[in-house]
């Protein structure tokens, strides 16, 4: 049964940082390594948005909220994926989860970000 493990997430102060982490549990590497990485969030009281992602090749993109604050990285040997998010502000608090194809998800970790 392949399970995506989240953990990274907590509380943190405005212009602080977290590294989120997904480890891929019994995915096989050939259904790891060539599908698309992402995170995305989910606000309260909002949809689930598109944080950022990775294709097998390294391409990343990033929604504009978040381009040159937050990284997405990948590493295969580990199945892991992460999101090291930078200079954080009160609007990035949300549940954050990770998707991994089309089909696997995580169960998602809480943000929060006070002022």
């Known amino acids: 049964q392949v399970r995506l493990l989240e953990s990274g997430g907590g509380f943190v102060q405005t212009g602080g940082s977290l590294r989120l982490s997904c480890v891929a549990r019994?995915?096989?590497?050939?259904?790891?390594?060539?599908?698309?990485k992402a995170w995305y969030r989910q606000a309260p009281g909002k949809q689930r948005e598109l944080v950022a992602s990775?294709?097998?090749?390294?391409?990343?993109e990033y929604s504009d909220s978040v381009n040159g604050r937050f990284t997405i990285s990948k590493d295969n040997s580990r199945k892991t994926v992460y999101l090291q998010m930078n200079s954080l502000k009160t609007e990035d608090t949300a549940v954050y989860y990770c998707?991994?194809?089309?089909?696997?998800w995580g169960q998602g970790t809480q943000v929060t970000v006070s002022s």
């Open positions: 998707n991994i194809g089309e089909d696997f």
């Open positions: 990775i294709s097998h090749r390294g391409h990343t």
């Open positions: 019994g995915m096989i590497t050939s259904v790891f390594n060539p599908n698309i």
